[in-house]
T-cell receptor, first 108, second 112 residues
Framework: KNEVEQSPQNLTAQEGEFITINCSYS?????LHWLQQHPGGGIVSLFM???GKKKHGRLIATINIQEKHSSLHITASHPRDSAVYIC??????????FGQGTRLTINP | EAGVAQSPRYKIIEKRQSVAFWCNPI?????LYWYQQILGQGPKLLIQ????????DSQLPKDRFSAERLKGVDSTLKIQPAKLEDSAVYLC??????????FGQGTRLTVV
């Protein structure tokens, strides 16, 4: 069993739909990253959070430390949101452990 | 602030050939990571440097992979000789203030 599990692995939705991607982890962490990876391979950090909730534009990330669970929400989804979304947890000071990613496709 | 720079962006080689990737982290970032991401999977740590010293290389296949970070700035990752299963995206990341992390664009390697 992986230390970081994401669900779903693949998600296809229509433009405008509300999207939720989940991340569960089994280890102690100091923080959690939500990352976006476009087809070229580059990764952009969307959020880093250690408690509560963060919002940036149409993106919202939440984390529940007690339940070892985090969610990434996208409101009013758009085709340009199509990408792979990766959850990564920070163990100790600097070790990053990645989930397998969720491939999101938003159809117009 | 300039981001993490990687080159080349794409590389196609034949099996048994050698290849090298280069990473220039953000200025002042002491910690540098190399990750391997096979298609459909999350990135896997290959090696972590703190300045020019190795912190963790437990998952680096040392019979064919090597990495160095001379002077604690730029880093190179080499594969010699390459195998078909080395086809992947190789990502470099750096951080000054953990747990923040900044990622490069990656190098997509195809071994044929």
């Amino acid at each position: 069993k992986n230390e970081v599990e994401q669900s779903p692995q693949n998600l296809t939705a229509q433009e405008g739909e509300f999207i939720t991607i989940n991340c569960s982890y089994s280890v102690g962490i100091s923080a959690l990253h939500w990352l976006q990876q476009h087809p070229g391979g580059g990764i952009v950090s969307l959020f880093m959070l250690s408690s509560g909730k963060k919002k940036h534009g149409r993106l919202i990330a939440t984390i529940n430390i007690q339940e070892k669970h985090s969610s990434l929400h996208i409101t009013a989804s758009h085709p340009r949101d199509s990408a792979v979304y990766i959850c990564a947890v920070v163990q100790g000071a600097q070790k990053l452990v990645f989930g397998q990613g969720t491939r999101l496709t938003i159809n117009p | 602030e300039a981001g993490v720079a990687q080159s080349p962006r794409y590389k196609i080689i034949e099996k048994r050939q050698s290849v090298a990737f280069w990473c220039n982290p953000i200025s002042g970032h002491a910690t540098l990571y190399w990750y391997q991401q096979i298609l459909g999977q999350g990135p896997k740590l290959l090696i972590q440097f703190q300045n020019n010293g190795v912190v963790d290389d437990s998952q680096l296949p040392k019979d064919r992979f090597s990495a160095e970070r001379l002077k604690g700035v730029d880093s190179t990752l080499k594969i010699q000789p390459a195998k078909l299963e080395d086809s992947a995206v190789y990502l470099c990341a750096s951080t000054k203030q953990p747990p923040e992390a900044f990622f490069g664009q990656g190098t997509r390697l195809t071994v044929v």
